[in-house]
């Protein structure tokens, strides 16, 4: 199967969403930065893209202009292995102008959407115990940021 790669769209951002999501992330690090030439679109020396990993996942962020905006259409789910790892990652990304939403969603200061998930959730919401799943439903529609805890809770009834 090939290599499927996110291609994130930014006006002239790219660089710095790189270097901030790389250093949210463990084993995380930039692997190239290319700059527009002379041909443009864009002023020469301008940023044009960053490839960069993120706990060895490729990523591709370009400065493609103010055409196209990221927005909530598409969101990266990250599966966090228990509560302190969501936590981390929930303050980490909502800092500095990130925008938390409902049902463990939130907007980085970027403009990307993320789905901040512990481990064991999904299992909980589409278990084939219709009970199950209802009470993991509900719980998880009164949280913003998930809790694996009282959802647990909820699911005990």
């Not at 270097?19 to 030439?37: A, D, E, K, L, Q």
């Not at 060895?56 to 202009?65: D, E, R, T, V």
């Not at 055409?67 to 500095?96: F, G, M, P």
Request: aromatic letters at 10%; hydrophobic letters at 45%; charged letters at 20%.
């Amino acid at each position: 199967m090939p290599t499927i790669t996110p291609f994130l769209w930014f006006d002239t951002q790219a660089e710095d969403a790189a270097r901030f999501y790389v250093g949210v992330f463990p084993n995380s690090r930039i692997t190239t930065i290319s700059h527009y030439g002379e041909a443009g679109p864009r002023p020469a020396g301008l940023v044009m893209t960053v490839a960069f990993e993120l706990d060895g996942k490729p990523f591709i962020a370009l400065n493609g202009g103010p055409h196209w905006k990221i927005n909530e259409a598409i969101s990266l789910l990250i599966d966090c292995a228990d509560q302190a790892e969501v936590d981390r990652y929930w303050e980490a990304l909502t800092a500095d102008g990130g925008k938390p939403h409902a049902c463990g969603w939130l907007t980085d200061k970027f403009g990307v959407t993320w789905q901040v998930v512990p481990r064991g959730f999904i299992d909980l919401v589409t278990s084939p115990d219709p009970v199950i799943a209802a009470r993991a439903m509900a719980a998880m529609q009164q949280m913003v940021k998930l809790d694996i805890g009282a959802l647990r809770r909820a699911v005990e009834g």
